[in-house]
């Protein structure tokens, strides 16, 4: 029998490609996402508006976040809507997810052409999902006001927008919820289900009494998944308005500050920071559930 071959035992050129696939990988990541986010952060205590040398920045401290909290007007609507976003999305996509994934578990005829249809939103770009709900959502030629004779602009009407986006979002949302819960599902032992019928359990009872509970990761990371696409979801909205007009969201608003007219560094990285300190938050409950469950 072939022994598992140790670091040691390995040759020299094995040694330099196993360094290779571990020191590139690390670098990529330290240099695009390490890098840039401590930047940020060090940004974010900073006037610094983009022209000019860094070290001509002047140093403000906390007065970034505190304008950020007290006279910044667009910034609490836009943590409300984050919210609704993340609440709607877990609270009617998820279930719905589940719901379609409950169904394709059961093999039915037709479950795989079912299976990619919900699942083809999900390769789309939430740029490109914005555009499709257009043909749906146009004041003018959209297939809503074409079945129904109404003028309402959808996208445009800030008592519709926000509401109209987030049904798009869902639309998309669905599909990768699907997947996770289905693949969850095929983890299941049989024996659990065979077990709960031989004692007469309903297919609800067996459901949410025994196959739910086995899913308790599968529920962290959905929620994880969730809080993290309701704080990304900026493509969709700029798509849509940039964010403005009844669509503010802590994304937009980072870009608005950073690459748009005000060009506002300092500030817009004091905006990223309150993301990144959410969704770490969210991040670390998940690793630290992960690995109490590995332990």
């Known amino acids: 029998m072939a022994r598992y071959k140790g670091i040691n035992q390995l040759s020299g050129l094995d040694r ?3 360094a290779l696939m571990i020191i590139i990988p690390t670098i990529l990541v330290v240099w695009l ?3 840039p986010a401590i930047g940020s952060v060090l940004l974010s205590f900073t006037n610094w508006n983009g022209i000019g040398p860094i070290g001509d920045a002047k140093w403000m401290g906390m007065k970034n976040y505190h304008d950020v909290v007290t006279i910044y007007p667009p910034f609490w609507p836009a943590v409300r809507h984050n919210l609704i976003w993340l609440a709607v999305t ?3 996509a998820t279930p719905f997810g589940m719901f379609l994934a409950v169904l394709l578990d059961k093999e039915m005829r037709g479950s795989r052409v ?3 249809a919900f699942y083809l939103p999900v390769v789309l770009s939430l740029a490109l999902v914005g555009f499709i709900w257009q043909l749906i ?3 003018d030629q959209g297939l809503i006001n074409g079945l129904t004779g109404s003028t ?6 800030p008592k519709y927008n926000l509401w109209s986006a987030l049904i798009a979002a869902c639309w998309r949302h669905t599909g990768y919820i699907m997947l996770l819960y289905l693949a969850g599902l095929k983890g299941v032992d049989v024996s659990l289900r065979e077990a709960a019928r031989v004692d007469g359990a309903s297919e609800k ?3 949410f009494k025994i196959v739910f509970p086995v899913l308790a990761p599968i529920n962290i990371i959905v929620l994880v998944v969730s809080v993290i696409e309701s704080l990304r979801a900026f493509d969709l909205v700029w798509v849509i308005n940039k964010g403005r007009n009844g669509l503010e969201l802590i994304a937009t608003l980072v870009t608005q500050n950073i690459v748009g007219e005000a060009s506002r560094i300092g500030f817009g990285s004091a905006l990223a920071t309150f993301m990144l300190l959410i969704s770490s938050v969210f991040i670390v409950i ?3 559930i992960v690995m109490k469950e590995q332990r």
Do not use: E, H, P
């Not at 309402?152 to 009407?157: F, S």
């Open 33 to 35: 996402v390490w890098l």
């Open 114 to 116: 079912y299976q990619s």
């Open 90 to 92: 877990f609270l009617l």
């Open 286 to 288: 998940y690793l630290r």
């Open 205 to 207: 009872q067996t459901f």
């Open 152 to 157: 309402i602009d959808w996208y445009g009407d």
């Open 137 to 139: 959502y146009s004041r």
């Open 16 to 18: 330099i490609i196993v």
